[in-house]
């Protein structure tokens, strides 16, 4: 066994350390206050070559595994979520499913731009009536003088309002199978089609710089090419690519975990009470203490998840671990990070307040903890667990 990185993974995350502290630490207060994703700094990812990290060179990719990612995620989420999340979504959620279901001439057209960080893509599975029952999907999509025309809405759709958001990937309803189950599909949709809508943006309580609109279609015509992978195998595609997400959203999770420590260390050197400071007080040391426990396995979930993916093996359950265990450790992380800072954990120019806010959604996205739960227990061989 072996837990330490190569040393090409420590330069590279390293690289990214000092990206995250160099260029985005200095705008992170700025970009939450804002609700803007800053596109300079998107662009100065992508010379980076973060957005092609796991894909082939011969597809504008890296190269690279997938703990690279990982760690590239981690080391940005230590410092902004929102900007983690972009670069989460645009790999795990935008160019994947293109890269893993691809026919070579949409790799070509779309995976590409996407790996050189040219354009964004955006996954839409989620529809406003519901989320975790994503087979419930109302999305339509008939097959009409060789086009797809497509009428429904998604919700909560990342990455797919910004100026370079150029692509949706979707699941929608291709028909009925014998059983009278509904055949799921997934169709690629360029931005610039007909009767394709994003919709304002949301408000958010935390990730205020990520982009996240809600999608409608209404007679949205795309031709029969777009279909992506098997014709109802959508709904299959799209959850084998949040499986790769969760690990990525765990990674993020540990990042914002790792700033919330550390800011908390710094907090409790410096501020004093009764003369001391305040690390000096049991109270306060049992805490931090605490804090590094819930970091440390929750990185180590994490990467050994992610090795067994590059190793080719099952990681399906590791997967749901990582994601359940590091979301919740950000979330009392962030919230134990407030308390150590007192009175200034809630105020915004403290970036463990903005850590508090981004923290929840973790618990959320790529498939709620329950529904972590819920695979584990599948995984386990639990009854009543094939929803
Ligand atoms: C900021 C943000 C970005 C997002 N980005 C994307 C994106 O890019 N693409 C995309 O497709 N989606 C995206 N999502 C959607 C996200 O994946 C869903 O919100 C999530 O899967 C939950 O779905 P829901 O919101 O419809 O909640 P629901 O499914 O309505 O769930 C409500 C509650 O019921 C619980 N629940 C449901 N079923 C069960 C059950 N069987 N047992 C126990 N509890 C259950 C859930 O765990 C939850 O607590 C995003 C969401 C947010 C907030």
């Not at 972009?86 to 890269?99: C, F, K, M, R, Y």
């Not at 907090?267 to 007080?281: H, L, M, N, Q, T």
């Not at 804090?291 to 080719?312: C, F, I, N, P």
């Not at 105020?347 to 903890?369: C, H, M, Q, W």
Request: proline fraction near 4%; charged fraction near 25%.
């Amino acid at each position: 066994m072996d837990f330490d990185l190569s040393p090409e993974q420590e330069e590279f995350r390293k690289a990214v350390r000092r990206f995250a502290e160099d260029v985005i630490a200095p705008r992170a207060e700025e970009m939450d206050r804002s609700e803007e994703l800053p596109m300079d700094v998107v662009e100065q990812m992508a010379e980076l070559g973060l957005f092609g990290l796991p894909f082939p060179e011969e597809h504008g990719g890296q190269g690279a595994d997938f703990l690279t990612l990982v760690l590239a995620i981690e080391e940005l989420a230590r410092i902004d979520s929102s900007i983690a999340i972009t670069l989460e979504a645009a790999v795990g959620l935008g160019a994947n499913p293109i890269h893993t279901f691809g026919t070579e001439e949409q790799k070509r057209r779309w995976l590409a731009p996407m790996a050189r960080g040219e354009i964004l893509g955006a996954f839409g599975l989620t529809e406003p009536g519901g989320g975790s029952d994503a087979e419930a999907t109302k999305t339509t999509a008939r097959l009409e003088d060789g086009h797809w025309v497509i009428n429904g809405s998604k919700a909560f759709i990342t990455n797919s309002g910004t100026p370079i958001s150029k692509v949706a990937t979707i699941t929608a309803v291709t028909g009925t199978r014998e059983d009278g189950s509904k055949e799921i599909s997934a169709i690629i949709v360029p931005a610039d089609t007909p009767g394709f809508t994003v919709g304002r943006s949301y408000r958010k309580v935390g990730w205020h710089a990520s982009d996240t609109h809600e999608l409608a279609f209404d007679d949205c015509r795309v031709p029969e090419e777009n279909l992506l992978g098997e014709r109802g195998r959508g709904f299959a595609q799209f959850l084998a690519i949040l499986d790769e997400g969760r690990i990525a959203i765990a990674a993020l999770a540990v990042g914002l975990a790792q700033g919330a420590l550390e800011e908390s260390v710094k907090y409790a050197g410096e501020r004093e009470a009764f003369g001391r400071p305040i690390g000096a007080f049991q109270g306060m040391q049992f805490k931090i203490a605490d804090m590094q426990v819930r970091v440390e396995t929750a990185r180590l979930a994490t990467y050994k998840a992610a090795w067994l993916r590059d190793m080719g093996r099952s990681f399906k359950a590791a997967a749901s671990l990582a994601k359940l265990h590091a979301s919740e450790v950000a979330v009392t992380c962030a919230r134990e990070a407030v308390q150590v800072h007192g009175g200034y954990g809630f105020i915004e120019e403290y970036p463990v307040a903005r850590f508090y806010r981004d923290s929840k959604v973790l618990e959320i996205g790529e498939g709620t903890n329950e529904i972590q739960r819920i695979l584990i227990a599948r995984d386990l061989g639990l009854p009543g667990t094939d929803l």
